[in-house]
């Protein structure tokens, strides 16, 4: 943070610019009180927002980088204030509450405990808990169902634009990565690097669309897919049907072609949950089950006939089978454990790092999250004998659920957890309570997305996804107001009192 203070100081135009449409939102908030506009400009921002960054002067790279971020800081204390005002109380009775609450209480023993830099400490915990803001925003606002019904309206068409384009980027054969891959490495006060990759893809494939990356549209894709999902079963006419056919079959196959294969296995779980435990379809799940079957058959007749799968690795040009039986070739596991891959993190993490730290953790920021690898923070890599992250380079282990074990240790992986859990349980009381179709579809939709990306948090650092968990936390945020109706119906009704 103090090199990021030391970087602005130097631009006094940036800092007139920030402060300027910092004012400008402000004034908006305050005298119109339209909340509701940052969250529209934010579902169609953050999708774009790597590319915009991909055509912005360096000088004012971080300004818009990080614009976004400090009006819903600035906005949830808003909605706060107008919150308080209106009811009085101090916070509303969550059921998310209590698990934030001990997460948080994990965090600052840590920081206790490990005694670091509180600069690392602040941004670990901004990694994972800065999206959140957005939940609490719906929550304070009250939004009426017309602005909710908005909101999702602009996401999914927002997703649907992303599929359209992914696929549009396939069969041009790589001629728009040029234009739309981001490879400038960017350095704020000589120590924090931002954006920037390496495309080590053959251009084409994994396509990317806006985000930057194919597992970054795959992400985004998963959770439009699972929060899509649900309508079939409430569509009554042909046309209805057509229309929904369509648009989830180009976005799913913008899925496929994204290559990404945490991706593809977050939205199996993610539909089974719906489809099979939600809507209770047998006739889903005898399918879903005959086709993994066949998939099962036909992978091993390939590693089998290529010598157990020694001839998939990872390499710039593959075919789609290729990319496919990597993630299950034993001579990849291999190969990825000895070169400091994900599986390397797999067996290492509980042996060198919870073995050491198994309560609270060695802090947030420390380990296997993209603030370590973003501070080149090495500090704790060094002590355990450990390889910088990924391929001892990038600083990241991909497995989101080991670094926050890492980081805040059992208690705070608990914590996480249980938020995961409570969200799935407020969604499930929501659809199963419901008498309007919409709440039920969108709660159903969020028990999906919940399972889909608690899998993807295994294969990733997907918790840290801008796009996706602007999502993924507006989406549950929307269930959570239709919970408060719910709640508050019930003890009317009842003639008790559980207070918002």
């Known amino acids: 943070m103090h090199q990021l203070i030391i970087y602005f100081s130097t631009s006094s135009f940036t800092i007139l610019l920030l402060g300027l449409a910092l004012f400008c939102w402000l004034l908006i908030v305050f005298s119109a009180q339209r909340t509701e506009y940052l969250l529209y400009a934010l579902i169609i921002w953050f999708p774009l927002e790597t590319l915009v960054l991909r055509y912005t002067p360096i000088d004012y790279y971080a300004a818009v980088k990080y614009l976004p971020e400090v009006l819903i800081y600035s906005t949830a204390l808003i909605s706060y204030w ?12 969550l059921p998310v509450n209590r698990w934030l609450i001990l997460y948080l209480l994990v965090a600052v023993v840590s920081l206790i405990v490990n005694q670091y830099n509180v600069t690392i400490w602040f941004l670990g915990l901004r990694q994972l808990l800065r999206f959140v803001l957005i939940f609490f925003i719906v ?95 409430s569509l009554k006419t042909v046309i209805q049907k057509e229309r929904w056919w369509l648009i989830f079959s180009i976005c799913t196959l913008a899925l496929v072609f994204t290559y990404s294969r945490a991706s593809w296995v977050a939205f199996v779980a993610g539909i089974i949950t719906v489809g099979y435990f939600i809507m209770r379809d047998r006739r889903f799940f005898r399918l879903v089950s005959v086709g993994g079957g066949l998939l099962v058959v036909y992978l091993l007749f390939v590693i089998v006939t290529q010598s157990f799968g020694t001839g998939a690795v990872a390499l710039g040009q593959q075919s789609l089978r290729d990319r496919v039986v990597e993630a299950v070739s034993l001579y990849s596991w291999q190969q990825s454990y000895e070169g400091y891959g ?22 947030p920021g420390n380990y296997g999250s993209g603030v370590a690898a973003s501070l080149l923070n090495r500090a704790v890599y060094e002590k355990l004998h450990l390889p910088f992250g990924i391929q001892n380079t990038y600083g990241q282990i991909d497995n989101n659920w080991l670094s926050i074990w890492g980081e805040v240790g059992t208690f705070g992986l608990i914590a996480w957890a249980g938020l995961f859990y409570e969200i799935f349980i407020v969604s499930f009381f929501v659809q199963k309570h419901s008498a309007e179709s919409t709440q039920r579809l969108v709660a159903q939709g969020v028990c999906g ?25 507006l989406f549950a945020g929307i269930t959570f107001h239709y919970f408060r109706e719910h709640v508050q119906a019930w003890n009317f009704l009842h003639e008790k009192k559980l207070e918002f």
């Open 449 to 473: 997305s919940v399972v889909a990306i608690a899998v993807l948090g295994f294969f990733g650092p997907y918790f840290e996804f801008r796009s996706l968990m602007v999502y993924f936390w």
């Open 139 to 233: 929550i304070f606002e009250n939004f009426s169902p017309q602005i909710l019904r908005r909101l999702l309206t602009i996401g999914i068409v927002v997703i649907i634009f992303e599929a359209i384009l992914g696929i549009v980027q396939y069969f041009s054969g790589g001629i728009l990565d040029r234009y739309l891959f981001f490879t400038d490495s960017i350095s704020i006060g000589n120590s924090i690097e931002l954006e920037g990759g390496q495309q080590t893809w053959a251009p084409g494939q994994r396509v990317f669309a806006t985000l930057g990356r194919y597992d970054r549209l795959g992400s985004l894709l998963v959770i439009g897919l699972t929060m899509l999902f649900p309508w079939f079963y």
């Open 82 to 93: 107008h919150y308080r005002e209106r009811t009085k109380r101090w916070f509303p009775d």
């Open 342 to 363: 994900r599986f390397f993190f797999i067996v290492n993490t509980p042996l060198m790092v919870v073995r050491y730290y198994p309560l609270f953790g060695v802090g």
